[in-house]
């Protein structure tokens, strides 16, 4: 199975603040990678699918880059309802893969 | 606006086999276009990939849990289960149903709607 790791784990930031996320692949997964963030009690959203593409109905503050092992998600200016956990997925191979998280916090 | 809802016992047995139902509401299962899948977050733990069918009942599985999960789709009633055979505490977890974007739509496999999951807790 594809290994996914993310930095950091967690993060705390205040409104406004341009926040970057890392997930990194244990093999290319060329840009085969989603972004979801995820809310206590709620469903997870997907935010960025295919590295770089803007799921419909989320804001532009979140973007996507990256290719081969290492992609980044970047929001660029923070908002209250912002706040939760972010997660990557690469799709390149089954099974499936997630990382393990990363949490923002109120700075 | 789709929506996608899990149903089950809350507590199973070890030993004995989960079973879940996901409803799906806005859309139709039969459309053709999508795969309807699972994933499960045990307390504290990441996400895991369980699998994923096609209204046609095609499904494919996570190699890890291959051996004891069974997804099945049903059209009249506009859902699809899960079913995960000889449990133990290890497969305590959030479980959530969510709609699977083939590639072939979207130039990479992403899960586009989920469920809010339903808490399993295996235990005697």
């Known amino acids: 199975d594809i290994q996914m790791t993310q930095s950091p784990s967690s993060l705390s930031a205040s409104v406004g603040d341009r926040v970057t996320i890392t997930c990194r692949a244990s093999?290319?997964?060329?840009?085969?990678l989603n972004w979801y963030q995820h809310k206590p009690g709620k469903a997870p959203k997907v935010l960025i699918y295919g590295t770089s593409s803007l799921q419909s109905g989320v804001p532009s503050r979140f973007s996507g880059s990256g290719s081969g092992t290492d992609f980044t998600l970047t929001i660029s200016s923070l908002q209250p309802e912002d706040f939760a956990t972010y997660y990557c997925q690469q799709s390149y191979t089954s099974p499936f893969t997630f990382g393990p998280g990363t949490r923002v916090d109120i700075k | 606006q789709l929506q996608l809802q899990e149903s089950g016992p809350g507590l199973v047995k070890p030993s004995e086999t989960l079973s879940l139902t996901c409803t799906v509401s806005g859309g139709s299962i039969s459309s053709g276009l999508y795969y309807w899948g699972w994933i499960r977050q045990p307390p504290g733990k990441g996400l895991e990939y369980i699998g994923s069918t096609y209204y046609s009942g095609n499904s494919f599985y996570n190699p890890s849990l291959k051996s004891r999960v069974t997804i099945l789709v049903d059209t009249s009633k506009n859902q699809f289960s899960l079913k995960l055979s000889s449990v133990t505490a290890a497969d305590t977890a959030v479980y959530y149903c969510?709609?699977?974007?083939?590639?072939?739509?979207?130039?990479?496999?992403?899960?586009?709607?989920w469920g809010q999951g339903t808490l399993v807790t295996v235990s005697s």
């Open positions: 969510a709609r699977h974007v083939p590639e072939v739509a979207a130039g990479t496999d992403y899960f586009d709607y």
């Open positions: 093999q290319s997964i060329s840009t085969h």
